[in-house]
């Protein structure tokens, strides 16, 4: 796939995460995963907006859980996801504050 197309797809595959997040977070979790691999580095803006979406994902899918193991797995997830996206643009307000979060609900806060 040329560039410009995988930019596009990288998009739709954003957008198509968007849409499953309320309802089928697994299922938005693999559109930004796809995207990002799909997304040719150039495009920061959309990378980083899928690693912070992957972040929300798994901290939905926390708040779903009742399993303890489960809930800290999502909080690394969210702390992977979040600090990816810093690296990119380290003052990204939302990921800030999820990584954050994650951090203390794991007790790693200082």
């Known amino acids: ?20 997040i ?3 977070i697994k299922q938005a979790i693999k559109c ?3 995207a990002i691999h799909l ?5 920061k803006d959309v990378i980083v907006a899928c690693y912070s979406n992957l972040a929300e994902a798994y901290s939905r899918l926390k708040q779903a859980s009742t399993d ?3 809930k ?20 990204h307000p939302k990921t800030l504050w999820k ?6 609900e794991l007790g790693l806060a200082r």
């Open 1 to 20: 796939v040329a560039g410009r197309e995988r930019v596009e797809k990288a998009k739709k595959l954003k957008d198509e995460g968007n849409k499953c």
């Open 22 to 24: 309320a309802h089928d």
């Open 32 to 34: 930004y995963e796809d």
């Open 39 to 43: 997304c040719p580095d150039t495009q």
């Open 68 to 70: 303890p193991k489960a």
């Open 72 to 91: 800290e797995e999502c909080s690394w997830k969210i702390i992977k996801w979040s600090t990816r996206a810093q690296c990119l643009e380290p003052h």
């Open 99 to 104: 990584r954050a979060t994650a951090y203390c």
